[in-house]
């Protein structure tokens, strides 16, 4: 039998989850949940100085409000926990220790002083210091120090790192998901920090031990990760550890230009960023999308279904998902786009639960109608929005009568004998007993026609009065739902105003 997929969102507790960091986490989700595998949650807060109050639960919270919730990970124990890095400290320095014992790895003890003096030193005259195997002889190490020198140094409580120490000469074959093959030239890898000083365990040895004791078969993360994957596979190898397969997902592009999309082009084009508000950056449910127009958006930002189909439910994402779709290339964002997105889901939602949402605004405002009156105006409008928040402007004057009238639509429409005209009207509609919309119809037009008016002498004028501007869904359906008595109240206002 194969062995069960298990892949791992591994986000660093520094910050509020940025909205590629999301979608990191969704194609995990999609891909174990395709192959009937689970989606673990580990948090990599092994750098206590980056650590940040309340980032790990933002981050659940994110995920939980898209729908994509982990099911393994801190709070959902399973078979492989700890899932916080901190919690699992102590199993990570006997794991560096094994690889000096094999000869993978080595103690340094070279003061960042030191280190910083090399650095300086190379970069006056341009070029740049590497810790690796040309100069790590002439450094301060197990490798250059006798065992005697190491042993008294560790006895006397000298401050160490444990380095990797990169093979020399030999081109290493990489394997990704996405990319292809992968090659690589040793030579040029530094002797990347291990194990810390402070008795932590960098990222990169912290990883490689958790993915392989919590039998991840998938690393599926961001391409800002693609030049660690010489040191994990060299790291697999120096264990003897079977290595999972790799994935690195394209970047997510600025919205115009070339480069990362990045908060700050968020607060320039004025689109969130986030998934949810942090501090004063407001996020996507707050900006009012649905989390499925946001899983949405972020599936097809560098995966393709390679068809035409645009909207996926999470349901068909987990159908349709592989990686094999997933491109190589940046993906751009496209704030536009992410609205059409949320416009399309919006008209896919019930009238009732629209209703619902939309009531909720109107309460705030201090309006309150029937339900039922609610549905029907959402029902009439919802075609124009985007967002819940824009049924309010589509939609005012169905809850009150126009303050103001519009001016250019006003000096177009409001000619001589257009009080006349309106107060023919008022004559018709006051004579109507069922004031519903088709026979309000009725009633206007043979008025209209038996009159010798024409339409365009009538409607117009109607509809601003009625609603204050030009817009807005069939007008007899408008004045069916305000009813009879503000229908003619709204008319003779207009009338005496204008
Ligand atoms: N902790 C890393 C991050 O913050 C995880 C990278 C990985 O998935 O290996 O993105």
């Given at each position: 039998m194969s062995q069960k997929v298990r892949v791992r969102f591994a986000p660093s507790p520094t910050g509020p989850l940025h909205i590629g960091g999301l979608r990191t986490a969704l194609f995990n989700y999609l891909f174990a949940k395709k192959n009937g595998g689970d989606f673990v949650l580990r948090i990599e807060d092994t750098d206590q100085n980056r650590f940040v109050e309340g980032a790990e639960e933002y981050i659940v919270e994110a995920l939980n409000w898209c729908g994509i919730p982990f099911d393994e990970g801190p709070g959902k124990e399973g078979d492989f926990g700890?899932?916080?890095?901190?919690?699992?400290?102590?199993?990570?320095?006997?794991?560096?220790?094994?690889?000096?014992?094999?000869?993978?790895?080595?103690?340094?003890?070279?003061?960042?002083?030191?280190?910083?003096?090399?650095?300086?030193?190379?970069?006056?005259?341009?070029?740049?210091?590497?810790?690796?195997?040309?100069?790590?002889?002439?450094?301060?190490?197990?490798?250059s120090l006798s065992n005697e020198e190491v042993k008294e140094k560790i006895v006397a409580g000298e401050d160490y790192v444990i380095r990797f120490k990169s093979p020399e000469n030999e081109e290493l074959l990489l394997n990704d998901i996405i990319r292809g093959e992968i090659k690589i030239d040793t030579n040029i890898l530094d002797d990347k920090v291990l194990f810390k000083s402070d008795?932590?365990?960098?990222?990169?040895?912290?990883?490689?031990?958790?993915?392989?004791?919590?039998?991840?078969?998938?690393?599926?993360?961001?391409?800002?990760?693609?030049?660690?994957?010489?040191?994990?596979?060299?790291?697999?190898?120096?264990?003897?550890?079977?290595a999972p397969q790799f994935a690195h997902l394209p970047l997510i592009m600025k919205p115009v230009g070339k480069g990362k999309l990045s908060k700050r082009d968020g607060e320039k084009g004025g689109f969130p960023v986030f998934p949810i508000t942090w501090n004063q950056s407001e996020g996507y449910?707050?900006?009012?999308?649905?989390?499925?127009?946001?899983?949405?958006?972020?599936?097809?930002?560098?995966?393709?279904?390679?068809?035409?189909?645009?909207?996926?439910?999470?349901?068909?994402?987990?159908?349709?998902?592989?990686?094999?779709?997933?491109?190589?290339?940046?993906?751009?964002?496209?704030?536009?786009?992410?609205?059409?997105?949320?416009?399309?889901?919006?008209?896919?939602?019930?009238?009732?639960?629209?209703a619902q949402m939309f009531n909720a605004e109107l309460d705030a405002k201090g309006f309150s109608a029937e339900p039922e009156y609610i549905k029907r105006v959402v029902s009439a409008i919802k075609e124009r929005a985007s967002f819940v928040k824009d049924f309010w402007d589509l939609s005012n004057y169905f809850f009150e009568a126009p303050s103001s009238y519009n001016e250019k639509a006003v000096k177009k429409q409001w000619k001589e004998g257009t009080p006349e005209i309106m107060n023919g009207v008022t004559n018709i509609l006051e004579n109507i007993n069922d004031f519903e919309s088709s026979i309000i119809e009725e009633k206007v037009k043979t008025w209209i026609s038996e009159s010798e008016l024409s339409f365009g002498k009538v409607m117009p004028p109607l509809r601003l009065v009625i609603v204050g501007d030009m817009k807005g869904p069939h007008l007899f359906d408008i004045m069916a739902m305000i009813g009879k008595e503000e229908s003619i109240n709204r008319i003779k206002t207009a009338v005496a105003r204008l």
């Open positions: 700890p899932y916080r890095q901190s919690e699992r400290k102590q199993l990570y320095k006997s794991y560096a220790l094994k690889l000096i014992e094999k000869g993978k790895a080595y103690y340094a003890f070279d003061t960042a002083e030191t280190l910083d003096h090399h650095r300086k030193d190379h970069e006056a005259k341009g070029k740049t210091f590497i810790y690796n195997w040309h100069n790590r002889l002439k450094l301060t190490n197990s490798l008795g932590m365990p960098t990222y990169h040895l912290a990883n490689i031990v958790d993915d392989h004791q919590m039998q991840i078969t998938h690393v599926i993360r961001g391409e800002e990760w693609l030049p660690s994957l010489a040191l994990h596979t060299l790291l697999y190898d120096a264990f003897g550890w079977e449910r707050e900006a009012g999308f649905f989390p499925e127009a946001v899983v949405n958006f972020l599936a097809l930002l560098g995966w393709n279904p390679g068809t035409e189909q645009e909207i996926f439910s999470l349901e068909e994402l987990v159908n349709t998902f592989t990686l094999e779709r997933v491109n190589k290339s940046g993906a751009r964002f496209d704030p536009e786009k992410n609205n059409w997105y949320n416009q399309q889901w919006l008209q896919r939602k019930s009238d009732d639960e629209l």
